[in-house]
């Protein structure tokens, strides 16, 4: 019924009409808290993957059903414009009413395989921010660790010869805990021990991962030439709080040379790795944005943004309901968090 709302097109003789029924009276809630212009607020929605399917161990990651659903009631709701544009419309007080921004972090290869036919359906712009190094066959380490773990054989497996002792696997949600307390482990280490740490993994555990998860860069053009916006990521995607000034400043600035040279054209939107104000990156990293002549930048921080916001700091949220009328509930909840910045 849900999917039936959400795409009356679908009906069999049904007049051509992309817009779900519960559209008017979203739109009417939404412009009382973004009614466009000085008063309004931007919501910048960010996502990682969008997978072909439902994938059992994680089955809260959004998928390309899931996707289409919510760009579908996006687009019916809400005034979907490129994050550059929304950065010009804060910077003079002149956003359209209910506007939003859809952002995409990391280059999974599935943003180009899955998300772009979708967003091409419903005419929605997205910026992806690619983190450079892992395109071209590279892998984030929390994608080696999830690929490790969902392959290992048996019903146990024993790191304790690398100090992180014994896991039961031998069920879905065994092997999900597993995943989770290993990414917690590892997380903040630094970037050094902690690809020593999965290398040591890796050595043990007798599974190939895929080569095949980050964009390569011929992908990366296919969205800049699909009128898509690329943004800056860093290079290794390391936390930048957690860094020397000076290897942080090359981590942005290689980021954006490199994402330059696939493109042929400026970037010039970044997001923080991992994005939390305060914890993953300071003061100085958004002074260090500015500097490299990025034009803005996102973080993690929940809430919406409006015209008094650091533009290099603007705020994005994910939201996780199913359901047309929770996702829109949630993204007004959203639109009245106080945003926090460093
Ligand atoms: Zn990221």
Redesign the pocket.
Known sequence: MQRYLTHPTKRPGSPVNREPRFSLPSRALLNLFSPGGARSRLSILIYHRVLPQSDPLFPAECDAQRFDAEMGWLKACFSVIPLSDAVRGLRKGKLPPRAACVTF??GYADNAEVALPILQKYGIPVTV?V?ANFLDGGRMWNDTVIELIRGAPGDSLDLAGIDFGKFEIGTIPQRRHAISRLLNKLKYLSMESRQAMVDAMSAIIPVVPSRALMMTSGQVRTLHNAGMEIGG?TVN?PILARMEKDAAYAEIGNGKEILEGIIRAPVRLF?Y??GKPGRDYLADHVEMVKNLGFDAAVSTAGGAATTGSDLYQLPRFTPWDRGQVRFTLRMVQNMLRTVERV
């Open positions: 972090d990391d921010f983190a990521h995607h997001a790795p991992n």
